[in-house]
């Protein structure tokens, strides 16, 4: 690249000329002429990575930055009809949960020449609707990651727009899911193997469809083992959420908690210590999603793992090839894997 970049260090004078009088910067025309290349060379270059030889599109990239050259989305929009942006939805931004989505899925966009639009609805329908409202004008599809949307409303945003649901599925509308009942199966193996005989579950918001997933197969679990098994929920899938359930889970008597999410784990512990509860000599307590801090938090925190990087990525490679774009090989649909963590906050139940 450096080598390259050496020879377009000094710009013809006429071609300098020229896009100063133009005062509106450098064009894929003038791209083609320092690079010596066709103009739909460049386009295919900027647009389509790994369409041309690397060789080239070295060479067309080096010219493209020696002459400043930026995109307008809107006037890439006129021939194709696309703005060559994506959206992805997210109920929470300040869930740790969103950042190795966000960073997946951006990595994919970007390796695609579509530039990523996050919106965040506060784990509100309404509110994540009218996002999805203002955005689709704008934008070319959507990534809804765990949507609060009704399936109607989700099969109609799809057929105006394509969509690729995260932790959500929905007939007729393309998902990435995790592998729930391996997750879950991990999970229970766990807290049996340990010798625990009635386990809480703390359930999500009332409209999360992985919640109920990982319920059902928790129930599902515990009758075959003869464990006794009851969901406390629904709740808020927060640190504040998970606090708020240790007067119901006490109650109880539960000696092992299964919680929605990591924050909720997290918040129950906090909550249980500072009650003078032990954990996990007195209550055993595990979470889904390994969020940075799992294993910061004392005891640290047994969860079970998913590759939150690889779902965002997934997600949009999906999108984009209903869109005909990114890259052109068939965009795996099996489950993603799970793993258990089993860190200090889960051990055998007191005599």
């Known amino acids: 690249m450096a080598d390259v970049a050496d020879e377009f260090s000094v710009i013809p004078d006429e071609l300098a000329e020229r896009i100063a009088r133009r005062g509106g910067g450098a064009t894929i025309y003038d791209i083609a002429e320092l690079a010596g290349v066709n103009p739909s060379t460049v386009s295919r270059a900027l647009?389509?990575?790994?369409r041309i030889s690397q060789k080239t599109e070295t060479r067309i990239r080096a010219a493209a930055e020696r002459l400043d050259f930026r995109f307008n989305p809107a006037a890439r929009a006129l021939p194709t009809g696309r703005n060559h942006m994506l959206a992805v939805i997210v109920a929470d931004i300040t869930n740790p949960v969103v950042f190795g989505i966000l960073r997946g899925a951006e990595k994919?966009?970007?390796?695609a020449g579509f530039a990523l639009v996050i919106a965040e609805s506060q784990e509100s329908g309404l509110a994540e609707a009218e996002a999805i409202q203002r955005l689709l004008p704008s934008v070319d599809g959507l990534v809804l990651a765990t949507t609060r949307l009704s399936d109607l409303r989700i099969r109609d945003i799809a057929s105006r727009r394509p969509v690729v649901l995260l932790n959500r599925a929905v007939d007729e509308v393309s998902s990435v899911l995790p592998d729930v009942e391996k997750g879950v199966d991990q999970l229970m193996d766990h807290l049996i193997e340990l010798g625990h005989r009635a386990v809480a579950y703390l359930s999500g918001p009332p409209t999360s469809w992985i919640s109920r997933q990982r319920w059902e197969r928790v129930l599902s679990r515990s009758l075959d083992a003869g464990v006794a098994a009851v969901e406390i929920g629904p709740n808020s899938p927060t640190i504040e959420g998970g606090a708020e359930t240790l007067p119901r889970v006490r109650a109880a008597r539960s000696t092992a908690v299964i919680a929605f999410n990591d924050?909720?784990?997290?918040?129950?512990?906090?909550?249980?210590?500072?009650t003078g509860l032990q954990i996990p000599h007195q209550l055993s307590v595990a979470g889904f999603d390994d969020i940075f801090g799992s294993d910061f938090i004392q005891p640290t925190l047994t969860t079970v793992r998913s590759d939150l990087e690889m779902a965002g990525q997934r997600a949009v490679e999906r999108l984009l090839a209903r869109l005909g774009e990114g890259r052109q090989e068939e965009v795996p649909d099996d489950?993603?894997?799970?793993?258990?963590?089993v860190r200090r906050s889960t051990s055998a139940p007191s005599a």
């Open 108 to 111: 994919a966009a970007a390796d």
């Open 335 to 341: 489950l993603l894997d799970t793993t258990l963590i």
């Open 47 to 50: 647009t389509k990575p790994g």
């Open 263 to 274: 924050l909720m784990a997290i918040g129950l512990m906090r909550a249980a210590s500072e």
